[in-house]
C-alpha cells in the first residue's frame, strides 16, 4: 500500500540546492576563495544572462525604425553576444574587460536616447539601478577572470 502520508518538504535543503550552494552559486564567495569549478558556473551564468539579453537587443533592434532608433545597437548587441561567447569558453581577460563596459554602455544610451521617449521616468529610474547592480557584478567578474588561471582546480567531489 503507498503511504499516504503527508511528507513535509525540505526547504531549507530546496533554498540550499537551487538558490544559494557555494558551488554551483557562489556569487557571495571572495574571488580568492574560489576555485576553478566555482568560477566555471559563475562565469556561466553570466555569459548565459549576457547572451540572451542582447541577443535580444540585437534581433529587436534590427526590426525598429531606423530613423528613430540607434543604428549601432545591432551591431553592438552581436558583439557583445560574440564576446560573451568567447569569454565563456576560453576565459579571455579582454573579453571579460569588454563585456564589463555593457552596463555603461546601456546607461549611456538609456539617459541619451530613452529619457526623451514616451517611457515614465520611475521605469528609468528602475532599469537604471538595475544596470548600476549588474555594473557592480561586472567588476567581480573580472576580478574573477584576472585571477582565473591562478585558481585552484576543485577538489573531487564524493559521489
Known amino acids: 500500500m503507498p503511504d499516504t502520508k503527508k511528507k513535509d518538504l525540505d526547504w531549507e535543503g530546496m533554498f540550499r540546492k537551487y538558490v544559494w550552494n557555494a558551488n554551483t552559486t557562489p556569487y557571495l564567495t571572495p574571488v580568492s576563495e574560489l576555485n576553478q569549478n566555482q568560477a566555471n558556473n559563475e562565469i556561466r551564468f553570466y555569459?548565459?544572462?549576457?547572451?540572451?539579453?542582447?541577443?535580444?537587443?540585437?534581433?529587436?533592434?534590427l526590426k525598429s525604425d531606423p530613423n528613430t532608433s540607434f543604428l549601432g545597437a545591432p551591431y553592438y548587441g552581436f558583439s557583445v553576444v560574440c564576446a560573451a561567447v568567447?569569454?565563456?569558453?576560453?576565459?579571455?581577460?579582454?573579453?571579460?574587460l569588454y563585456l564589463s563596459a555593457t552596463p555603461l554602455v546601456s546607461l549611456t544610451y538609456l539617459?541619451?536616447?530613452?529619457?526623451?521617449?514616451?517611457?515614465?521616468?520611475?521605469?528609468?529610474?528602475?532599469?537604471?539601478?538595475?544596470?548600476?547592480g549588474l555594473l557592480r557584478y561586472s567588476l567581480r567578474i573580472v576580478a574573477i577572470a584576472k585571477s582565473y588561471s591562478n585558481l585552484p582546480t576543485a577538489p573531487p567531489t564524493d559521489v
Do not use: H, M, Q
Open 47 to 61: 555569459c548565459w544572462f549576457l547572451i540572451i539579453l542582447f541577443g535580444v537587443v540585437a534581433l529587436t533592434s
Open 111 to 132: 539617459w541619451l536616447y530613452g529619457i526623451a521617449n514616451e517611457r515614465p521616468l520611475a521605469d528609468s529610474i528602475i532599469v537604471t539601478i538595475i544596470l548600476l
Open 86 to 96: 568567447l569569454f565563456g569558453f576560453a576565459k579571455i581577460y579582454a573579453a571579460a
